[in-house]
């Protein structure tokens, strides 16, 4: 059983910046992506950005372009999310996502196999 652990999230002022890890628990497992999605209150998951775990080939929303940045570490079996310029709308919890396979639609939760538990980020205006 995979088990994905995030960690970095919390309360920051507008403008400011947070890092978000996921760390796997089990190595190796076969994975095509990984990805950070977020759901606010009252509203759906929504993608935020994701890395082919291999090529290390990224795709953002729209909404985060220019501010946020995924990476990942293949030794340390570790994905990032870098936030700068965070908003007051950018509040949400924030998920960390795995999918075995490729697909063309990276931007669905359906295509995810394992998810983390989820971490707050709340930017304060």
């Known amino acids: 059983q995979v088990q994905l652990v995030e960690s970095g999230g919390g309360l920051v002022q507008e403008g400011g910046s947070l890092r978000l890890s996921c760390a796997a628990s089990?190595?190796?497992?076969?994975?095509?992506?990984m990805a950070w999605f977020r759901q606010a209150p009252g509203k759906e998951r929504e993608f935020v950005a994701a890395?082919?775990?291999?090529?290390?080939?990224?795709d953002d929303a729209e909404s985060v372009k220019g501010r946020f940045t995924i990476s990942r570490d293949i030794a340390k079996n570790t994905v990032y999310l870098q936030m700068n310029s965070l908003k007051p709308e950018d509040t949400a919890v924030y998920y960390c996502?795995?999918?075995?396979?490729?697909?063309?639609?990276?931007?669905?939760?359906?295509?995810?196999?394992?998810w983390g538990q989820g971490t707050q980020v709340t930017v304060s205006s």
């Open positions: 089990r190595r190796p497992f076969n994975r095509y992506a």
């Open positions: 890395i082919r775990w291999t090529s290390g080939i990224t």
């Open positions: 996502a795995a999918a075995s396979f490729g697909s063309s639609v990276i931007v669905s939760p359906a295509v995810y196999d394992y």
